[in-house]
């Protein structure tokens, strides 16, 4: 009964908790590559998409987008699937759905912390410090990271059963924990990592030999690791998301350096928290006294780990989980970005540990009001900033405008984005100095392709167009067109400035190029058949109005325009 009252409570603060630090994300819209994974994704709308989630790669974006991100998340899919089921993709649910998960996740690390310190106010602690640290922003109010959510769900899960069960493990507790395990990476790849949680514990804690007593264990989750990684591979199509960042292999360790600092800054003192972290500087040489000083700093923490592994080896243990659970992520298999605030959804757990042993050594050493004092103190400031944080993260524009405000000025991807967001809104004036500011900034880079600087090209065009600079708007319509031909929007816009004006057969041989330059863009075959219609051809019009709507347009428009040529 005791214990059943011991778990009941915390649930309650966890829940009061949770609503007052997270619950305004229900009220927020999807966000960024939310349009890609969910908004776009006619994949996640039936039961009969389920196999293809496992074995086609179009299944994990919205068309055209799948490749490009080149992601294995069938788990994912899955639970977006029954959120189309349960509510058509209301934002609203979709954001309670990712708040749930983390609600759980975050009793998860309480209990786990009460089997790891055998202390309840620690432990309550621990769970609490998981629940509402500001780095889980991110995470909680993004739906695009529900596969953070549900890999945290099965890791969690698997690691709690292993500390109740490893010292009599049987053959089907330990088929349970490699199911477990095989769920967390099918959910996100950083779950790989958690076998050497085990092992460390083992050793750790436990000491002896783990593979003595334990060989079938390690065995089996060899296994479902290594058919993961299989199955992972052939569905990408490869292993690595992309080639090495900034020059090869010893540049990206040595950056990692420098991450590996901030995501301990940002785990102990959470206050600069951004959404986009490309604006990150590598570094490329020996001689760079950057270098040794992040590489000294995590020389200390690793002494720190080393030192207090006897005297205090829960917190010690929960310090190794932190880098367990980063090495996924840390560029040793090259990734398409050094850091992320959502990769440290796994590490903080072991942070939260390390805090609660912590806690506990405090207490010991002083009071019980003395530690009281600190737990509320440090709570209070994570359930501030968190609450505060979690604004940013209402819609794309207040998402994107904290971004390009916390961001160097050389950092572009950010003011990309926020420029997409302001003409997506018809905000032509304020984005006009932005799409220059980015044009000029990747015009002559090498390190961004034809496309790229084709689309700042044509996005400046728009901006310029719509703000009734129309020959400066064709002047760089036309530069796009020169850099990249084969990048289809200038041709669109170039059509509808002659169209415009009431050139129709100049806007027709615009729109005619468009459509053979991409012969799927609904939008190309919808302007075609709005200048046909105009120039007097409505069969021709038709025709090029059932390939814009064959071709998937999204509005009502072309259906309506071809309806009213057909009661002609």
């Known amino acids: 009964m005791k214990e059943s009252r011991f778990v009941v409570y915390p649930a309650v603060i966890f829940m009061i908790l949770s609503a007052l630090v997270w619950g305004k994300t229900v009220g927020h819209s999807f966000v960024w590559d939310d349009e890609y994974f969910i908004v776009s994704n006619n994949a996640i709308h039936s039961w009969t998409s389920i196999p293809g989630y496992f074995t086609d790669i179009s299944t ?12 294995f998340r069938p788990i994912r899919n899955i639970s977006y699937l029954v959120d189309f089921k349960i509510s058509h993709l209301d934002p609203r649910w979709c954001h309670l759905h990712n708040l749930i998960l983390h609600l759980l996740n975050a009793l998860l690390v309480f209990l786990i912390a009460k089997e790891l310190l055998k202390e309840k106010f620690s432990s309550l602690f621990a769970g609490l410090v998981y629940l509402i640290h500001p780095a889980q922003s991110e995470v909680v109010a993004w739906v695009k990271c529900r596969d953070d959510l549900l890999a945290g769900l099965f890791v969690f899960t698997a690691f709690l059963l292993w500390l109740r069960w490893h010292r009599a493990l049987n053959i089907r507790q330990m088929i349970i924990l490699a199911a477990l395990y095989f769920l967390a990476c099918l959910s996100k790849e950083q779950a790989i990592a958690l076998p050497a949680a085990f092992l460390l514990y083992d050793i750790l804690i436990c000491g002896g030999n783990p593979f003595k ?99 205090w080896p ?79 993260w209402r819609n794309d524009y207040t998402l994107f405008a904290a971004t390009v405000q916390d961001t160097p000025a050389y950092a572009v991807r950010p003011r990309i984005n926020l420029l997409t967001v302001m003409l997506n809104n018809g905000e032509f004036e304020k984005a006009l100095p932005i799409a220059r500011e980015i044009f000029n900034m990747i015009k002559d880079d090498p390190s961004f392709n034809a496309r790229d600087k084709a689309q700042s090209a044509g996005d400046l065009g728009l901006a310029l167009l719509r703000t009734n600079n129309t020959e400066l708007a064709k002047k760089e319509l ?91």
């Open 60 to 71: 994990s974006a919205g068309k055209g987008y799948a490749h490009a991100f080149g992601v």
């Open 213 to 311: 007593r334990l060989w079938r264990l390690y065995l089996y989750l060899f296994l479902a690791g290594l058919t993961y990684l299989a199955w992972r591979h052939c569905f990408i199509g490869h292993t690595a998301q992309s080639v090495y960042l900034d020059g090869g292999f010893l540049p990206a360790m040595m950056t990692m350096f420098k991450v590996g600092v901030k995501y301990l800054l940002i785990l102990a003192y959470p206050q600069r928290l951004l959404a986009d972290y490309s604006g990150i500087l590598p570094l490329k040489s020996f001689i760079d006294w950057h270098l040794w000083l992040y590489a000294g700093i995590l020389a200390l923490f690793a002494a720190l780990v080393f030192k207090s592994r006897k005297r």
């Open 314 to 392: 829960v917190g010690s243990f929960g310090l190794c989980w932190i880098v367990i659970f980063l090495l996924p992520v840390s560029n040793l298999v090259p990734m398409k970005q050094y850091m992320a605030e959502r990769f440290l959804y796994l590490p903080i757990a072991g942070f939260a540990v390390a805090m609660g042993a912590g806690l506990l050594f405090f207490r010991k050493h002083t009071s019980k009001i003395a530690a009281a004092s600190v737990a509320i103190f440090i709570l209070t400031g994570y359930g501030v900033r968190s609450e505060h944080r979690v604004n940013v």
């Open 478 to 568: 036309l530069s796009a067109i020169k850099i990249d031909p084969s990048y289809v929007t200038p041709y669109i816009y170039l059509g509808f400035i002659e169209g415009k004006t009431g050139d129709h057969p100049s806007a027709i041989r615009w729109f005619k190029a468009a459509v053979r330059v991409c012969p799927e863009d609904p939008s190309a075959y919808y302007n075609l058949g709005v200048a046909l219609k105009e120039a007097g051809r409505p069969e021709e019009a038709k025709e090029a109005l059932k390939n814009s709507i064959a071709c998937g347009y999204p509005g009502p428009e072309a259906h309506e325009t071809l309806a009213a040529l057909d009661n002609k």
